[in-house]
């Protein structure tokens, strides 16, 4: 016939495995966490009407600036009325041509120019909104802002989507299509809106970093439950 106390003293031991388990999965855990590649969700918009969602996976830059660099990701605009003030190019596609899902560029993190020097990105986002600090020279902007002058690219072989900063948190929205023949240079800026957008970044938690916090929380209670039944005698 077994012990009666057996079953009440193996509880502490099982609260303790649980305890040591969740400690080192959760370090575990919090490494792959500081390795992983940081991702972003953004949106932008204008008082023309332009707006665009995406997603962005960024890596540390190098560049010792607080800067991240954009290695993968995706643009969907939503809307491009392609409205202009009096004075600026016009676009020869109607309104809302480039509605759609485009891919980050491969560019960057330095200043990039592509399209035969037709428009240019880096791929950089500012997190802490510090792009003033950029150590490229002419890429800072003044103010806090995400993204600095150079801005995130997005597009394909012929068409480049660029979203930049101009300082003090505006940003511009400029599209370069070079399978356009014999205007603009080859190139259809009739989507460079004025310099008047907004852009939001928003961090996306790790998984990990959820699991991890998870594993925390049942850790703490795990521990707390039993450390109060090794208090009761019968």
Known sequence: MGNPDEGTNMKPLIGRCVLA????VGSFLATVDR???????????DPYGDSAYGTLTTVPSGLADGSLWGISGTLTITANPQFLPPGNVSSIFPANHYVGTY???PL??????????QTSGDNLVYPSQNAYA?????????????????????????IGINIYAVGNAVYGFQIV???VNGVHQNTDLGAWAPEMG??????VPEPASITLLALGSLAIATSGLFRSRERVTC
């Open 198 to 203: 907004s852009f939001e970044l928003t961090v």
């Open 35 to 45: 390795v992983r590649a940081d991702q972003f969700t953004f949106t932008y918009s």
């Open 134 to 158: 950029s150590v490229q020279a002419g890429r800072g902007v003044p103010g806090a802002s995400y993204l600095d002058s150079g801005g995130l690219m997005f597009g394909s072989s012929q």
């Open 177 to 179: 299509n070079t399978a």
């Open 21 to 24: 388990y969740a400690v080192i």
């Open 103 to 105: 891919n980050l560029l």
């Open 108 to 117: 960057g993190p330095l200043w990039t120019a592509i399209f035969s020097g």
